[in-house]
């Protein structure tokens, strides 16, 4: 079973100017403040602290760089979207989430976070607007799934998933819960399969 337990943090930056060489492969993970990223993250790492988990959403205010391979990086990006956060705060964490993701030649894929029960917010859909020009693969992980029941939980996978599907087509979503180890296995190959792939590719028009 792919695994992402070999993990260890390489350094953190606040500027993009000050961004490590671009060698390898990256898989960028973003989200809103409160949807659990920080958490999703440790689940897949298998370790408690590895990102910081804090009750304070829009904690995270720099770029961290972990390494899981030679060459292969998990980068954790600020989260966005926290109203308490200053102003000039979150203008430029905005910067540096959009400098990253538009310039940074070795993404690969990005780990969109959203919460279950509040999906493709606006803020979400301009990120994605964002990385639609350079057809960078994203994989959505629908956080929180435990507080929805399964019923409730899978249809809002469906509709996530068809407004996706509508908006972006190199777009896939998946349920998961860092408390109760739901989708953990399922995001973890997705992970493995962008580090260990070369550049990515843009997927097929239907009917060719």
């Known amino acids: 079973m792919p695994s992402l ?3 260890e943090f390489v350094t953190t930056v606040a500027d993009t100017r000050a961004l490590p060489p671009a060698h390898g ?12 990223k920080s958490s999703a993250l440790n689940a897949l790492a298998q370790r408690k602290r590895m990102a910081f988990v804090s009750k304070t959403p829009g904690r ?27 102003a000039a705060a979150r203008a430029r964490w905005n910067e540096l989430i959009g400098g ?8 690969r894929g990005v780990v969109l976070i959203m919460d279950v029960r509040h999906p493709l917010t606006a803020l979400d859909r301009q990120l994605i607007a964002w990385l639609k020009p350079a057809g960078t693969p994203v994989h959505v992980l629908l956080t929180k ?12 996978l469906r509709l ?4 996706l599907q509508r908006d972006y087509a190199n777009c896939t979503a998946q349920l998961f819960s860092s408390t109760h180890n739901i989708g953990i296995v399922e995001a973890v ?3 493995h399969e962008w ?12 009917g060719e």
């Open 5 to 7: 337990r070999n993990i």
């Open 25 to 36: 492969a990256e898989v960028a993970f973003v989200g809103r403040s409160n949807a659990g």
């Open 60 to 86: 995270t205010q720099h770029i961290n760089f972990f390494r899981v391979g030679p060459d292969r990086y998990l980068v954790d990006l600020p989260g966005y979207g926290y109203a308490a956060v200053p």
């Open 100 to 107: 990253y993701l538009q310039t940074r030649a070795c993404l």
């Open 145 to 156: 799934s435990d507080k929805l029941s399964r019923r409730a939980a899978s249809a809002m």
């Open 160 to 163: 996530v998933d068809t407004a």
């Open 189 to 191: 190959a997705r992970i």
């Open 195 to 206: 580090l260990g792939g070369g550049k990515h590719k843009k997927p097929p028009v239907k």
